[in-house]
């Protein structure tokens, strides 16, 4: 059985910094990559952040380059999300996603947190 928890979202004002934690456990041999994604209501779930395996390789939606930063802590089985000079239309639900391999014969499969809310407002 894996687990991702996400921890760290709430309300913020607008230009405010908020930082996404999610942490994996359980029966893991091995994390590829890890991302988050948002969903705002009425709206599909999106691709913000991705980071590869060993950390050297990040990929940032275009709305967010400059002001997040996606980082992970593999000792910890850790992916971060740094969000700086937050604006109100990125009020949404934020996921973790994570590529886990549970056996060195299984292929790696994505798996999901619950969901953090962020909603930016004043």
């Known amino acids: 059985q894996v687990q991702l928890v996400e921890s760290g979202g709430g309300l913020v004002q607008p230009g405010g910094s908020l930082r996404l934690s999610c942490a994996a456990s359980?029966?893991?041999?091995?994390?590829?990559?890890m991302g988050w994604y948002r969903q705002a209501p009425g709206k599909e779930r999106e691709l913000v952040a991705g980071?590869?395996?060993?950390?050297?390789?990040?990929n940032y939606t275009d709305s967010v380059k400059g002001r997040f930063t996606i980082s992970r802590d593999n000792g910890k089985n850790t992916v971060y999300l740094q969000m700086n000079s937050l604006k109100p239309e990125e009020t949404a639900v934020y996921y973790c996603?994570?590529?886990?391999?549970?056996?060195?014969?299984?292929?790696?499969?994505?798996?999901w947190g619950q969901g953090t809310q962020v909603t930016v407002s004043s």
């Open positions: 996603n994570a590529l886990i391999r549970i056996r060195i014969t299984t292929p790696p499969y994505g798996y």
């Open positions: 980071i590869s395996g060993a950390g050297s390789s990040t």
């Open positions: 359980g029966s893991i041999f091995s994390i590829n990559s």
